[in-house]
């Protein structure tokens, strides 16, 4: 049945060129959590608001981006604004599909951190005679971030592998770079196993160091 | 006749019942008391089987329950349980509930089950409340149904853990009557209670419990109000204060 | 030398073409839907009732997770064309989607078990109950009270998941409007009507999901 040799020395001739895309990938990852985040954070504001043009807006934003798929909105950006004369390299069409994606599905986790914090602990820290900005910071948001940590690495890892997408807009991530790597010898099979496997392993390290965080921040 | 002889059970390292010893016959109503982590309801939960042991044995009439081949379904046909709390099946109706056993293991017909369950609905004084769901019910309402549902097996003995711990104080009344009016009707009952008071006025038998052996054993009037021991009487005054 | 392809414009006769996407992406998502929940059903249930099963099934669950669905693809893809078994895309779809579909459905069915109360599963037994009888009567019915707004979130998820399989050759909706992009050179509105149909499909559904998620919070 497998009439077929395995040959892996070329894919550790090429293992340099698959450890430069494994980069690009981390690189995008982050820069589209970052980015992310920091636009998540007034977008589960104005959700929270019942109403307005922000509420407006944001809505808008959460249920688009969770309602298309990732490969979509890397469309939309990669080719849609390319009709609109607007034309990004690969690497920040990326970024910024994938910062919009994380900033819809964050939004949502941060509102649901928000209303898990029962107002009663916002009353109670004002009563002790805390400042609004001392409350928030020392009593509303420590429990936030307990309840929207797992989340957010979640979605961290979520964001590592479709950084995979990239690929399809020639971007030489892992995948990408793992696909040109090939296409020589076109040994698929061989090229393909080693990127998964680095995927494997980065995905491994952000769960490790989520759980190790974890420990030292809330003692499990 | 439930027969416990020299019962050890651990929980891992822990030890939580270091060599039980007790005779239920017929018609008793036997009340067990004593602190929390005693091993009052770990014993209750032997007893049915629902917690292995590491020594001794229990043997429910003339069936030993831990021994390998019994069957454990139909021994526990013979035990009804009520525990302290999330007893009732909150996807079913009341009636729905007590049903639910007699149709599925006795394998009685729907309308027999249902007409069954009615019976016994009524004899818990929840007869109205047939097709309310247990949300609807109050928590005294609830135990009541749990009851109702482990008699509608109709059982040869009847456990009880704690059974009005969990309760606000003016819901405890109806349960208690309740089981009052199981003890006139000659139920054999194994009831593990903080309720002093139930347990004098109630119980034939007093067993007090300290950390996993039975400290004193007797008439229910004698062990509360005259203990033969330092510890009982400790015991009694901290929680009669 | 500059060259340049004519572009045609859109035109009916893209409709066909257009539905076809339209089609495949309709037949494999329902196909992986089915055989997934079913895959994540048992093996919830293994991974919720059963200690050896964690352990066997854990590497599964930890790559399925941690491998990205393109890779997943192309290297299911490449297994059956090495082992002599050319597939079609629409397999290599299925395959892969119903293992990812399975591992996410039994998060939910080990979640949703692993919720019913002790007492309630105690009681069940105690009435003389079999351990199959307490499944089928009590924890189960309880369970998917819980498991099915997230398993339509999944649902959801797996539509979307079902534009990678492109990278296999399938031509799915997305890929379909790749093609006429290319062709047209019209990306804002074979985009705009691809996003549109995504979104008529997704977004009901997640309401309705949210709409059962608070109903049985009041149960």
């Known amino acids: ?220 | 006749m439930i027969e416990i002889e020299n019962v050890r059970k651990s929980f891992g390292t822990l030890e939580v019942l270091k060599g039980i010893n007790l005779l239920i016959e017929k018609g008793e109503v036997l009340c067990l008391i004593g602190g929390s982590g005693s091993g009052k309801s770990t014993l209750l939960q032997c007893i049915n089987g629902l917690q292995s042991i590491q020594d001794g044995k229990i043997i429910v009439d003339g069936t030993n329950v831990h021994a390998r081949d019994t069957n454990l379904n139909m021994l526990r046909q013979k035990l009804g349980i009520v525990f302290q709390q999330y007893n009732a099946f909150p996807h079913l109706t009341a009636l729905e509930n007590v049903a639910l056993a007699p149709r599925v293991v006795k394998k009685q017909s729907r309308r027999d089950a249902l007409a069954l369950a009615r019976e016994h609905l009524e004899y818990v004084g929840l007869g109205s409340k047939a097709d309310m769901k247990p949300s609807g019910l109050s928590g005294g309402q609830q135990q009541r149904l749990a009851i109702a549902r482990a008699l509608a097996m109709k059982p040869a003995y009847m456990l009880f853990d704690e059974v009005t711990s969990a309760l606000d104080p003016e819901l405890v009344g109806e349960v208690l009557d309740t089981l009052r009016k199981l003890k006139v009707s000659g139920m054999t009952m194994i009831v593990v209670t903080h309720d002093i008071a139930f347990a004098r006025e109630s119980g034939d038998r007093v067993a007090f419990f300290d950390r996993g052996v039975i400290c004193e054993l007797g008439p229910a009037r004698q062990v509360i109000n005259d203990p033969k021991e330092e510890r009982t009487r400790q015991f009694l005054q901290r929680v009669l204060h | 030398m500059q060259f340049q392809l004519p572009y045609s414009g859109l035109q009916w006769s893209d409709l066909p073409y257009v539905l076809l996407g339209v089609w495949n992406t309709l037949i494999l998502t329902l196909a992986a839907a089915t055989f997934g929940t079913l895959i994540g059903a048992v093996i919830g249930w293994l991974r919720q009732d059963v200690p050896a099963a964690r352990v066997i099934l854990a590497p599964y669950v930890d790559v399925t997770r941690s491998v990205p669905l393109i890779i997943q693809f192309i290297l299911v893809n490449s297994s059956f064309a090495l082992a002599g078994i050319p597939l079609e895309p629409l397999w290599v779809g299925v395959i892969v989607l119903s293992l990812y579909m399975g591992v996410l459905t039994s998060e939910l069915v080990r979640a949703g078990l692993g919720a019913v109360r002790f007492q309630l599963k105690w009681a069940s037994r105690s009435l003389g109950m079999s351990y199959w009888q307490e499944l089928r009567y009590v924890s189960a019915p309880l369970a998917l009270r819980t498991i099915f707004p997230g398993w339509i979130g999944t649902v959801i998820a797996l539509t979307k998941d079902t534009a990678l399989v492109s990278v296999v050759g399938y031509v799915e909706l997305l890929r379909a409007s790749q093609v006429l992009i290319n062709r047209t050179n019209e990306a804002l509105l074979v985009l705009a009507g691809t996003g549109l149909f995504y979104f008529a499909i997704c977004y009901p559904i997640s309401l309705y999901s949210r709409r059962l998620e608070r109903t049985f919070q009041h149960d």
């Open chain 1, 1 to 220: 049945m497998f009439n077929y040799t395995f040959y892996w020395s070329i894919v550790w001739e090429k293992f340099p060129e698959l450890l430069q895309g494994a980069r690009v990938t981390l690189e995008v990852t982050i820069l589209s959590m970052i980015f992310g985040t920091a636009l998540a954070l007034p977008l589960s504001l104005w959700r929270r608001a019942e109403e307005g043009v922000g509420h407006a807006f944001a809505t808008g934003w959460v249920e688009l981006a969770r309602n298309t798929p990732a490969l979509f909105q890397v469309y939309m950006v990669y080719f849609g604004l390319g009709s609109l004369h607007i034309h990004l390299p690969s690497y920040f069409a990326m970024v910024a599909a994938l910062t919009f994606n994380n900033a819809g599905y964050l939004a949502e986790t941060f509102r649901g951190g928000l209303n898990s914090v029962p107002p009663q602990q916002l009353s109670a820290a004002r009563s002790l005679g805390m400042s609004a900005f001392s409350a928030y910071a020392y009593v509303v948001f420590p429990q936030v971030f307990q309840v929207v940590f797992f989340p957010y690495v979640n979605q961290l890892n979520w964001a590592l592998l479709n950084s995979s997408l990239g690929m399809i807009i020639g971007l030489r991530e892992l995948t990408g770079a793992t696909q040109a790597a090939q296409s020589e010898s076109f040994r698929t099979f061989e090229f393909f196993i080693v990127a998964a496997c680095i995927y494997y392993l980065m995905a491994k390290a952000i769960e490790t160091l989520a759980q190790l965080a974890s420990w030292r921040l809330f003692g499990r």
